[in-house]
């Protein structure tokens, strides 16, 4: 098992950890991380691990055999410190950061375009959306200016726990057709924006990092929106700020 520092504070970017265990493909196990593994769309973290004696540089993290493990991919012919070693995880900011501008956004494009998601993915620079579109929208432009409006207002991002009964009783909050939120755990991660309890901007199941509030997004630009097969649109946005923003 690896504690999810991630999860409890996404501005986190290092942290001491103890070696547990390298699996047969050289992957390092830690007791603790602050690395996201790759996940829902979102990209593994990257950065290194430093103790006494040496340096490994970690090309990304991926999830492991079981739900709870993040295993530290390292680069090729790099050395891993062994079993039972106190490492300092760091992660690479600049590259989280992007992350979560794009994840972000993109829980936001899903309430400018409030149809049924069936795909996507977040890049450093970009991220896109597939929907159940059967039509291209007819002003993309207006969509621009909803989305960067959203943004604009600076709504609290905040996470939040429910029960796997609660999601099930409320199915609405899903809006992904092709990936479910995990269950069988008990309790299920939900993401929210907008601080009014009653009426929130967004909510919905979401394992993955976020900013914390949207107007640290900055401005961004819709891409090109795309017919993919018979139903379905996808919608790419690109963020317009690189501006590292200090954790």
């Given at each position: 098992m690896t504690e999810a520092l991630f999860r409890a504070d996404a501005y986190q970017t290092e942290c001491s950890a103890i070696v547990t265990a390298i699996n047969d493909r050289g992957g390092i196990v830690l007791d603790r991380s602050v690395f996201y593994p790759?996940?829902?769309?979102?990209?593994?973290?990257?950065?290194?691990?430093?103790?006494?004696?040496?340096?490994?540089?970690?090309?990304?993290?991926?999830?492991?055999?079981?739900?709870?493990?993040?295993?530290?991919?390292?680069i090729e012919g790099a050395i891993a410190p062994p079993v039972g070693t106190e490492v300092t995880a760091k992660i690479d900011w600049d590259l989280r950061l992007r992350h979560m501008k794009v994840h972000t956004a993109l829980h936001l494009l899903s309430v400018v375009i409030p149809l049924p998601v069936t795909g996507g993915q977040i890049g450093p620079e970009k991220g896109r959306l597939d929907f159940d579109m059967p039509d291209a929208p007819e002003d993309k432009d207006?969509?621009?200016?909803?989305?960067?409006?959203?943004?604009?207002?600076?709504?609290?991002?905040s996470d939040e726990w429910i029960t796997d009964a609660e999601l099930e009783a409320n199915p609405d909050m899903v809006k992904t057709m092709s990936v479910k939120p995990p269950t069988g755990q008990g309790h299920v991660r939900l993401v929210r924006i907008g601080g009014d309890p009653d009426a929130p901007v967004d909510l919905q199941p979401c394992g993955g990092t976020h900013v914390r509030s949207t107007a640290l997004i900055g401005p961004v630009r819709l891409g090109k929106i795309e017919k993919k097969g018979k139903q379905n649109r996808r919608v790419s946005l690109h963020l317009v700020c690189r501006d590292l923003l200090a954790p």
């Amino acid at each position: 098992m690896t504690e999810a520092l991630f999860r409890a504070d996404a501005y986190q970017t290092e942290c001491s950890a103890i070696v547990t265990a390298i699996n047969d493909r050289g992957g390092i196990v830690l007791d603790r991380s602050v690395f996201y593994p790759t996940g829902g769309g979102q990209p593994g973290d990257r950065g290194a691990l430093s103790w006494e004696n040496g340096t490994c540089e970690i090309a990304v993290a991926v999830k492991g055999d079981t739900p709870d493990e993040v295993v530290h991919v390292p680069i090729e012919g790099a050395i891993a410190p062994p079993v039972g070693t106190e490492v300092t995880a760091k992660i690479d900011w600049d590259l989280r950061l992007r992350h979560m501008k794009v994840h972000t956004a993109l829980h936001l494009l899903s309430v400018v375009i409030p149809l049924p998601v069936t795909g996507g993915q977040i890049g450093p620079e970009k991220g896109r959306l597939d929907f159940d579109m059967p039509d291209a929208p007819e002003d993309k432009d207006a969509i621009e200016a909803a989305l960067n409006t959203l943004i604009a207002d600076d709504h609290r991002v905040s996470d939040e726990w429910i029960t796997d009964a609660e999601l099930e009783a409320n199915p609405d909050m899903v809006k992904t057709m092709s990936v479910k939120p995990p269950t069988g755990q008990g309790h299920v991660r939900l993401v929210r924006i907008g601080g009014d309890p009653d009426a929130p901007v967004d909510l919905q199941p979401c394992g993955g990092t976020h900013v914390r509030s949207t107007a640290l997004i900055g401005p961004v630009r819709l891409g090109k929106i795309e017919k993919k097969g018979k139903q379905n649109r996808r919608v790419s946005l690109h963020l317009v700020c690189r501006d590292l923003l200090a954790p």
